[in-house]
Every structure is written in C-alpha cells, then in structure tokens.
T-cell receptor
C-alpha cells in the first residue's frame, strides 16, 4: 500500500544550526511534493512545493530536495531559530491533483 | 489576506449526538477539502469537492458522516451520531486550481471532543 514516512521522533537542535527533516514514500509516483508547517492547535501552513522534474527548491532559509529514484525528500532549515519550532508535514500529490496525502509530521524543537 | 473560515473553533458533545462543522473557503477557490487529524498524526482526507461535486469521498465513513457544498462555495460536514473515536481536529482547506493542483490553504480547524 502507499505509504509516507517521516521521522517519528522529535528533532532537537541548537539555534543557528541546520535542521534536516526526511520524507520517504513507497508505492507512489507523485507529480509533486509539498512541505507544510503546523503549530499546535492550528491548521497547516504551506511552505514549499517541488515538482518531480525538479531536484531542489529554495525559499529564504528553507531548502527542499526531491529524489524520485530514492523516493525521498529532504527539508532543510538553515540558521534555525526558536521560532522555527513546529511540526513539519510532508504531502504528496498524484498527477492530476486528486488527493493530497500527508505524512504524520516531524516535530522540531530549536533551543536558544 | 484572504483566509479559510471555519466554525465552530471548538465543540464538545456527547456520543450519539449530532454535530456539524462549517467552512467558507477563499473566494474563487474551486476545490474544497475536509481533513480529519487525530492528535500526533497527519491530516487524513475525508472528502474533496470540485465546485459542488464530490470527487473523492472514499475515506468518509458514510454511515455517520455527510458533507455537502450545495452552491459550490461554503461547505458543511456533519456527523450523526458522534462516537468517541471521532474526537479529532477537522480541517477544511481550499485550493484555486482545477482538481486541486498545488498549494492547499487551511483554516484553523474545528476541534471536536466526544464524551
């Protein structure tokens, strides 16, 4: 069956370091992949989208890579700040846009 | 900035009671989604609308859940009767593209507690 896996354990890092979060998927050929941020008790907020023919995308301190051979995406936050502490969700879409599927998310804690 | 509006923000109900959630998507967004998110898990798609038509409700428990988007604008999700396992955050999202290509805009969610 189709599956999206994100680090189930929380990631704890020191302020100023780079946080790297992983999203792996199986039995799936997504047209594109998205990353969302979710704060406790709030709805997810879109961060970045990367298409299957793109290797890397950047936005300010954020960088996403997409390896369709490894079936993996990496999400990086450089120069992390305590305000970056949140849960980060990976989401996959099939071609044609039907049904966006979310992973369980990885909780990130950035310590000052 | 345009937002997806949801109400109520919080709802506490007893099992076997009926409950309804309302969502008003961003104006002009053709695709509307209802997701359920259990604490510690990712959002799970319940139903997806393209305008007023349902395009995916394969994960909607149809014996107790119903959803409608009569005029292709706002939407209502109903649960009747509510069960203990329905306690979760119900998230509404919308997107501008045909069949929901790309970024989803989420509301703040409706937190349901069933006692």
């Amino acid at each position: 069956s189709q599956k999206i896996e994100q680090n189930s354990e929380a990631l704890n890092i020191q302020e100023g370091k780079t946080a790297t979060l992983t999203c792996n998927y199986t039995n799936y050929s997504p047209a594109y992949l998205q990353w969302y941020r979710q704060d406790p008790g709030r709805g997810p907020v879109f961060l970045l989208l990367i298409r299957e023919n793109e290797k890397e995308k950047r936005k300010e301190r954020l960088k996403v890579t997409f390896d369709t051979t490894l079936k993996q995406s990496l999400f990086h936050i450089t120069a992390s700040q305590p305000a970056d502490s949140a849960t980060y969700l990976c989401a996959l879409d099939r071609a044609g846009g039907f049904k966006t599927i979310f992973g369980a998310g990885t909780r990130l804690f950035v310590k000052a | 900035e345009a937002e997806v509006a949801q109400s109520p923000r919080y709802k506490i109900t007893e099992k076997s009671q009926a409950v309804a959630f309302w969502c008003d998507p961003i104006s002009g967004h053709a695709t509307l989604y209802w997701y359920r998110q259990i604490l510690g898990q990712g959002p799970e798609l319940l139903v997806q609308f393209q305008d007023e038509s349902v395009v995916d409700d394969s994960q909607l428990p149809k014996d107790r859940f119903s959803a409608e988007r009569l005029k292709g604008v706002d939407s209502t999700l109903k649960i009747q009767p509510a069960e203990l396992g329905d306690s979760a955050m119900y998230l509404c999202a919308s997107s501008p593209g045909q069949y929901g290509t790309g970024e989803l805009f989420f509301g703040e969610g409706s937190r349901l507690t069933v006692l």
